[in-house]
């Protein structure tokens, strides 16, 4: 049964990189077809995608945050992270990763892990 | 990329059907037949209901089921019962392995 664990600072000083780990066990992150993502939720929002990535290397990120997000994977630890620059308080939310069945619907979240970003 | 549309709420008795829909455009929702809905109680992790419209996964009761027609996606409970009162999150891919999502909907039962 494959799990995902979110871990990560769960508070982040303005103008700073928010960086944070998904941990993937019960199955290889590297040896399967999947695409791997990030989205959050801010407090009282929805859901927002942050980004996904393939199991090869390829990334693609939401365009509202595309010059400040960066994805990649870990094979070596089968995990992947995420992250996110410049954070202001707008980037407080919960953030998950989840992998993703194609490219197009995410089968699988990790619990979530809270981010403040507040100095 | 905006959002999709989704009512704030819904509600309904135990027993009843309820429908909540999801409207986008043509370049998203309209456009690829990959519209997915999850369910979430809040503190927990949104939980996999729906994909390709249609499609359930494994364990996902049959009272739970989607449809789409033009730009709008819709996914309809059947026989209400207490443990579904959650918010419910559509997604849409919206092509070069992008996807985006609702923004949310509050099931209550009454």
């Known amino acids: 049964q494959l799990q995902l664990q979110e871990s990560g600072p769960g508070l982040v000083k303005p103008s700073e990189t928010l960086s944070l780990t998904c941990s993937v066990s019960g199955g290889s992150i590297s040896r399967s077809t999947y695409f791997w993502g990030w989205i959050r939720q801010p407090p009282g929002k929805g859901l927002e995608w942050i980004g996904n990535m393939y199991y090869s290397g390829s990334t693609y990120y939401n365009a509202s945050l595309k010059s400040r997000v960066t994805i990649s994977i870990d094979a070596s630890q089968n995990q992947f992270s995420l992250k996110l620059s410049s954070v202001t308080a707008a980037d407080t939310a919960v953030y998950y990763c989840?992998?993703?069945?194609?490219?197009?619907?995410?089968?699988?979240w990790g619990q979530g892990t809270v981010v403040t970003v507040s100095s | 990329q905006s959002a999709l549309t989704q009512p704030r709420s819904v509600s309904g008795s135990p027993g009843q059907s309820v429908t909540i829909s999801c409207t986008g455009t043509?370049?998203?929702?309209?456009?690829?037949?990959?519209v997915s809905w999850y369910q979430h109680h809040p503190g927990k992790a949104p939980k996999f209901m729906i994909y390709?419209?249609?499609k359930r996964p494994s364990g996902v009761p049959d009272r739970f089921s989607g449809s789409k027609s033009g730009n709008t996606a819709s996914l309809t409970i059947s026989g209400l019962q207490a443990e579904d009162e959650a918010d419910y999150y559509c997604?849409?891919?919206?092509?070069?392995?992008?996807?985006?999502f609702g923004g949310g909907t509050k099931l209550t039962v009454l």
């Open positions: 043509s370049s998203d929702v309209g456009a690829y037949n990959y």
């Open positions: 997604c849409s891919y919206t092509g070069s392995s992008s996807v985006v």
């Open positions: 989840a992998r993703l069945l194609g490219s197009r619907a995410f089968d699988i």
């Open positions: 390709d419209v249609t």
